[in-house]
């Protein structure tokens, strides 16, 4: 047996020592620090990774939002493209519609967008045959779908309208001379009440305005106004127009050889589209012509490769008479003491390609309707450049629609209405009087977005959707 100092020392021995005590909590606690920091860069990472795919996923809806609204964009361009398609008298256009009721609708798919995100379009439009104050809505709802994701949907409406080419009195594309040295402007309404049950009213000092609109994009060696007393306003291609005493621009009251302060603007611009003629129609030829043309009260449709009256030869418009004049060269001649008449509560519609020649006795009509002669001037932008021209009696009542030709009054005379052409000159003292009530019109003008607006009102999108959503 070992003495007790022995089994002392040696008891002693098998007990850690303080340092190793101390090294053992200091590898304990480097273990806990190292677990709390994986802990913790795993909560950052962990965060990160889902601030990064809630990032993704953010940006992916806002993609395909913005792409939802340009598709609903796009289905309503089909659906305005589709109603001027209808005014160019185009008989196919809802041939790959669904009809129904007076109203259509279409989808289109297969609008491949980026990756595996694909979209959609419902448009859906009524009315499909619209009268001329009608103003067809069209709804689109798009619809696009990214992979793993609930589709995102913009629906938009839009209410079409046309707007009239006859909103100013004269629209000289190119070129505005006045030769006359007293040429005078100003307008009037005769249609006042917007009742076509009511008379017109005739032109008169009394009933004369000053706020027509003469607009050009002449440049300055091809604008001359002389001194032109323009009551209204004059619009131009960035010039400031000459003028001299007595002439002016502005309103009633204005001083001579002022230009009116807000009277004068240098924004013009235009968009002029081609007009077809109409391709039905009795055929006609200067033969078998007489004294009468149409039906009293009846709206008739008749063709002719031109029109010749001279001498004493009469031609009497009755009812509502359409004229295609088919003769790329000479359209219409009026000469000598020949006269075209338009019997009361009638009215002429004539569409020519080529030239124009009233004198004679001219147009026999009622001046407090100029719309009751309607020209329409068929030329292509390249071809040939018709004239019209206004000799003789130098009177004229009529909206005159001729972007490609030159229109001339020769000598002194009155213009009652609205004309657009490419060139225009007043080679006397003319007066021109603008017919306020020729702005709303809008035969022939294209439908364009009236009120448009994004359907987010849960309860306008309800009413649209059992419409749209077919």
């Known amino acids: 047996m070992r003495p007790a100092s022995q089994r002392f020392s040696t008891a002693w021995s098998l007990r850690p020592s303080g340092g190793a005590r101390a090294a053992s909590r200091r590898r304990g606690s480097v273990l806990i620090v190292a677990l709390l ?28 939002r913005g792409a939802a609204f340009h598709l609903a964009e796009a289905g309503l361009e089909e659906g305005l493209w589709t109603y001027n398609r209808l005014l160019t008298g185009d008989t196919s256009t809802w041939n790959d519609w669904q009809v129904s009721s007076g109203s259509a609708w279409r989808r289109f798919d297969g609008f491949a967008l ?18 001329e104050e009608a103003r067809p809505m069209v709804v689109a709802l798009a619809s696009v779908r990214s992979p793993g994701g609930a589709p995102v949907t913009r629906m938009l409406e839009v209410s079409l309208r046309r707007r009239s080419f006859f909103a100013a009195g004269i629209v000289a594309r190119e070129s505005l001379v006045f030769r006359g040295r007293n040429v005078s402007f100003d307008s009037w309404d005769s249609d006042p009440d917007r009742d076509p049950a009511t008379p017109r009213v005739p032109y008169s000092a009394e009933v004369r305005l000053d706020t027509g609109v003469i607009a050009t994009g002449a440049a300055a060696e091809n604008l001359v106004l002389n001194r032109a007393r323009i009551h209204g306003r004059l619009v131009t291609r960035g010039l400031v127009p000459e003028l001299s005493a007595p002439g002016f621009v502005g309103p009633f009251g204005v001083e001579e ?109 009622d001046f407090a309707n100029p ?17 019209i021209t206004i000799s003789g009696r130098g009177e004229l009542a009529a909206l005159v629609y001729a972007p490609e030709a030159d229109f001339e009054v020769t000598g002194n005379g009155e213009f009652y209405g609205s004309l657009i052409a490419r060139r225009v000159t007043f080679g006397g003292n003319a007066a021109i009087h603008y017919d306020h009530a020729l702005g709303r019109i809008t035969k022939h003008a294209p439908y364009r977005a009236g009120e448009w607006r994004s359907v987010d009102d849960p309860v306008r999108r309800a009413e649209l959707l059992r419409l749209v959503d077919r």
């Open 37 to 64: 920091v994986a802990a913790m860069l795993a909560l950052v990472l962990g965060g990160y990774l889902s601030l990064n795919l809630g990032s993704a996923r953010l940006s992916q809806r806002t993609f395909d």
């Open 257 to 365: 050889g002022e230009i009116h302060s807000g009277w004068l603007a240098q924004d013009y611009n235009d968009e002029f589209p081609q007009i077809n003629a109409p391709t039905d129609g009795t055929f006609l030829t200067q033969a078998r012509l007489g004294s009468t043309l149409g039906v009293p009260g009846e709206a008739t449709s008749w063709r002719m490769p031109s029109l010749r009256l001279s001498g004493k030869q009469t031609l009497t418009i009755l009812g509502h008479v359409t004229l295609v004049l088919t003769d790329p060269v000479d359209a219409l001649s009026i000469s000598g003491g020949a006269s075209l008449v338009l019997s009361p509560g009638s009215s002429l519609a004539l569409y020519a390609e080529g030239d124009i020649s009233i004198g004679g006795q001219g147009i026999v009509q």
């Open 371 to 387: 719309g009751a002669l309607q020209i329409w001037s068929t030329t292509r932008p390249g071809q040939r450049n018709p004239r």
């Open 114 to 131: 980026s990756g595996s995100t694909s979209g959609s379009i419902k448009v859906y439009a009524q009315p499909v045959a619209p009268t």
